[in-house]
């Protein structure tokens, strides 16, 4: 098994990424290239790659930056790699950005019916939030989750606290 290690994507990454997201997704819900263009070069998102020590990209993460708070937009691994915990290293890895620049919440939204993905987010302390009518299409609901980070430690101590 290889090593799975998380990057930066760049432009050049982009064929790569696209056929992730073509994989991995319904062809109503992945993002077209011009949208993942438009990704890797907006200073509002940013995306993240998941490739093995021998170059391989196994998945790929989309998150949309705020002042307060992240969004993970889309995590997606490729079937074959599914289990060996790139999904989990990604997220990992949004939640401590999420905390080193300060980020009070980090948010998602996951498809209503899927209970696997559901509960594999609520493993990383995600909650529903509220349910988003029709948010994918016509009779394919979505849940808003949210996971509450804990205040960033300054000088030592707790924000809030003395």
Request: glycine share 8%; aromatic share 8%.
């Amino acid at each position: 098994m290889s090593t799975i290690h998380i990057r930066a994507a760049t432009l050049e990454d982009l064929l790569a990424i696209e056929v992730v997201e073509k994989t991995c997704f319904p062809s109503d819900r992945h993002s077209s290239r011009r949208a993942l263009r438009y990704s890797l070069k907006s200073p509002t998102q940013s995306v993240w790659m998941a490739v093995t020590d021998r170059k391989e990209t196994v998945g790929v993460m989309v998150l949309y930056h705020h002042s307060r708070s992240l969004r993970i937009f889309s995590v997606a691994v490729l079937e074959s790699f599914r289990g060996g915990g790139a999904g989990r290293q990604l997220v990992d890895y949004a939640l401590a950005l999420a905390r080193q620049t300060g980020c009070d919440a980090v948010t998602l939204e996951a498809e209503h019916g899927n209970s696997k993905l559901v509960n594999w987010y609520e493993k990383f302390g995600f909650k529903i939030k509220q349910t988003l009518q029709e948010y994918y299409s016509p009779g394919c609901h979505a849940v808003r989750m949210r996971l509450i980070l804990k205040p960033a430690l300054k000088g030592g101590r707790v924000r809030g606290r003395s």
